[in-house]
């Protein structure tokens, strides 16, 4: 009986233990982070830009409905993206110096406005300060026949630097980066 007894209290403390020491995950992000970085080639290990951001999709939705025109948009989903120039660059012909930038954008029809802003760790655009701002450069937008139903920055190649290009939908935002 004492044998009994003992095995079913191991038994009931072992059901509580495995049940405290059980981690609760959450699902998966409805946006998921991605990474932008050029050069692309993966066998090039010293990168020159890097872009840390988080992946909306549109899901039958508008650009203009999760990216008002005319208003601050953290560039993504969730926290603002994070741009690293690991090098000197020009953006959009404007001189920037290596660091780390929060990435915010103006959408508009003809042209968008890229922000490189230096207060990091952003949620969103709610706390987005303009007098942080480092350099705001216009980009240029075009119309693509693909359309991305997931928000993507890219590099396309050119001479003397690349172009960063944000596609979301069948827009497609350039703007020059030289370094």
Do not use: C
Request: proline share 4%; aromatic share 10%.
């Amino acid at each position: 009986m004492k044998n009994l007894f003992t095995i079913t209290l191991m038994v009931i403390a072992l059901a509580f233990s495995s049940e405290a020491m059980a981690q609760k995950f959450s699902g998966l992000d409805k946006s998921p982070a991605d990474i932008a970085s050029y050069p692309t080639d993966y066998k090039v290990s010293e990168k020159l830009v890097r872009v840390t951001y988080s992946r909306p999709q549109l899901k039958g939705r508008s650009i203009s409905e999760l990216a008002p025109a005319g208003k601050v948009w953290r560039t993504g989903a969730n926290e603002a993206p994070e741009i690293i120039f690991y090098k000197d660059a020009t953006v959009g012909g404007k001189a920037v110096a290596a660091g780390t930038y929060s990435l915010f954008t103006i959408p508009g029809d003809k042209e968008w406005t890229i922000i490189l802003n230096k207060n990091l760790n952003q949620w969103g655009a709610y706390s987005y300060q303009e007098d942080a701002d480092v350099v705001r450069v216009p980009a240029s937008v075009s119309s693509a026949s693909e359309s991305l139903d997931a928000f993507s920055i890219a590099y396309k190649d050119v001479d003397n630097g690349t172009h960063m290009v944000l596609g979301w939908g069948n827009t497609r935002v350039s703007v020059p980066i030289t370094f």
